[in-house]
């Protein structure tokens, strides 16, 4: 039997009060993973709650996720120093244009440890709160609180819970002065209007009935991740691995990345990629079989002529393309018509996700123009 007052965010096990909230249903199946545990998979119409993102506005339960409390004087330069944002003037850059940013951690090689969303405090000018999945809390507090030496900042766990709005309603929706928010923030990246909510944990089930009473229609995890998906947004342990790097995910170079600055742990590998070449590998939409007697889950090998290409990440029912995916596939198969994943279940991949065809990139441009090599 599901314990609904396991209300700690520190515990895996940890459920949601809106576990509670009538029809929810939490994951169950192959749906069942670590990174969707603890908040209601759907509300009781699975389907029918993607649609509401289409002309309303959807409240989505992402209390799962664990936040972060960084501030002091040097709390935008401690972070900027970091990750591969540009975060030196964050907490008030953020906090004037209303807006979230999200950032990564990268190692030496430049490989993908940690992504985070970023907003800015409404109560102080000098914090700023980062939130991320539950699994990867740990090791990212350890590594913030390791890098601190004498800067001027202090980093802190908090009891905040995030909850999302999100549908084509959003930019018009007032939220309701009876909600005690700490923060809120539009979130970029994705193919329809998101805002951040933070709220105190105590103030989850009040929050929300203050929202639906509002006009939101509390909405399943299954359809923030439909969403996702469509937006092409990767979750660090679903759609990547040991070797990503950011390059490989579109969304997290545009959304994540300031190509503009440098010292950072793993800097030189962006640089490079940007200036000289192009990824191994591609993090891209798959429409898969619907008429297929089984539905392929993460982590499935992608297959073309009998070699493996690639790795499924996400797998969600779509309300109108049927079952879609995030795959990440080798640079040299993302053209192949032959893909298949799982027990020979066809996969597409959506075109409108491969990787733009640039030019010739600038450092190798400058190579060819030394060498004699340039048409310029």
Same mark, same amino acid.
């Given at each position: 039997?599901?314990?609904?007052?396991?209300?700690?965010?520190? =515990?895996?096990?940890?459920?949601?009060?809106?576990?509670?909230?009538?029809?929810? !249903? *939490?994951?169950?199946?192959?749906? #069942?993973?670590?990174? &969707?545990?603890?908040? !209601?998979?759907?509300?009781?119409?699975?389907?029918?709650?993607?649609?509401?993102?289409?002309?309303?506005?959807?409240?989505? =339960? *992402?209390?799962?996720?664990?936040?972060?409390?960084?501030?002091? $004087?040097?709390?935008?330069?401690?972070?900027?120093?970091?990750?591969?944002?540009?975060?030196?003037?964050?907490?008030?850059?953020?906090?004037? @244009?209303?807006? !979230?940013?999200?950032?990564? #951690?990268?190692?030496?090689?430049?490989?993908?440890?940690?992504?985070?969303?970023?907003?800015?405090?409404?109560?102080?000018?000098?914090?700023? &709160?980062?939130?991320?999945?539950?699994?990867?809390?740990? %090791?990212?507090?350890?590594?913030? %609180?390791?890098?601190?030496?004498?800067?001027?900042?202090?980093?802190? $766990?908090?009891?905040?819970?995030?909850?999302?709005?999100?549908?084509?309603?959003?930019?018009?929706?007032?939220?309701?002065?009876?909600?005690?928010?700490?923060?809120?923030?539009?979130?970029?990246?994705?193919?329809?209007?998101?805002? #951040?909510?933070?709220?105190?944990?105590?103030?989850?089930?009040?929050?929300?009935?203050?929202?639906?009473?509002?006009?939101?229609?509390?909405?399943?995890?299954?359809?923030?991740?439909?969403?996702?998906?469509?937006?092409?947004?990767?979750?660090?342990?679903?759609?990547?691995?040991?070797?990503?790097?950011?390059?490989?995910?579109?969304?997290?170079?545009?959304?994540?990345?300031?190509?503009?600055?440098?010292?950072?742990?793993?800097?030189?590998?962006?640089?490079?990629?940007?200036?000289?070449?192009?990824? $191994?590998?591609?993090?891209?939409?798959?429409?898969?079989?619907?008429?297929?007697? %089984? %539905?392929?889950?993460?982590? =499935?090998?992608?297959?073309?002529?009998?070699?493996?290409?690639? @790795?499924?990440?996400?797998?969600?029912?779509?309300?109108?393309?049927?079952?879609?995916?995030?795959?990440?596939?080798?640079?040299?198969?993302?053209?192949?018509?032959?893909?298949?994943?799982?027990?020979?279940?066809?996969?597409?991949?959506? $075109?409108?996700?491969?990787?733009?065809?640039?030019?010739? @990139?600038?450092?190798? @441009?400058?190579?060819?123009? *030394?060498?004699?090599?340039?048409?310029?």
């Amino acid at each position: 039997m599901t314990n609904f007052e396991n209300s700690n965010p520190h =515990d895996p096990a940890y459920v949601s009060p809106l576990a509670t909230w009538p029809g929810a !249903a *939490l994951p169950q199946g192959d749906d #069942d993973l670590p990174e &969707y545990s603890g908040v !209601a998979w759907h509300y009781g119409a699975p389907l029918t709650e993607q649609r509401i993102f289409d002309t309303g506005v959807g409240l989505i =339960d *992402l209390s799962h996720r664990r936040v972060i409390k960084v501030h002091g $004087p040097e709390a935008g330069a401690f972070l900027h120093n970091l990750l591969s944002q540009k975060l030196s003037d964050a907490p008030q850059r953020l906090a004037e @244009k209303n807006t !979230a940013t999200s950032a990564l #951690d990268l190692d030496a090689q430049g490989r993908i440890l940690h992504q985070v969303d970023i907003l800015a405090a409404q109560d102080a000018e000098d914090a700023l &709160y980062l939130h991320l999945p539950r699994a990867q809390y740990e %090791t990212f507090f350890d590594f913030l %609180t390791r890098m601190i030496f004498w800067s001027q900042v202090k980093v802190e $766990p908090t009891d905040l819970a995030v909850l999302t709005l999100m549908g084509a309603g959003v930019p018009h929706f007032p939220l309701p002065d009876s909600v005690g928010i700490v923060a809120a923030a539009q979130v970029p990246g994705f193919t329809t209007h998101r805002l #951040d909510i933070l709220v105190h944990r105590s103030e989850i089930m009040n929050t929300a009935k203050d929202l639906t009473l509002a006009g939101a229609i509390l909405t399943g995890l299954m359809a923030f991740t439909a969403e996702r998906v469509r937006s092409q947004q990767p979750v660090v342990s679903l759609d990547l691995d040991h070797k990503s790097i950011p390059h490989e995910a579109p969304r997290l170079i545009a959304d994540a990345v300031h190509l503009n600055k440098g010292c950072y742990r793993g800097q030189e590998t962006v640089a490079r990629v940007e200036n000289l070449g192009r990824p $191994p590998r591609a993090l891209v939409i798959a429409l898969l079989d619907g008429s297929a007697p %089984t %539905t392929p889950k993460p982590g =499935d090998p992608i297959v073309s002529g009998g070699r493996s290409v690639g @790795k499924l990440g996400t797998v969600v029912q779509d309300y109108e393309l049927g079952p879609i995916a995030l795959a990440m596939i080798k640079q040299s198969a993302l053209k192949a018509t032959n893909l298949v994943v799982a027990d020979n279940v066809a996969l597409a991949i959506d $075109p409108d996700s491969l990787p733009q065809e640039d030019d010739e @990139k600038p450092g190798r @441009k400058a190579i060819n123009r *030394l060498k004699g090599l340039s048409t310029d």
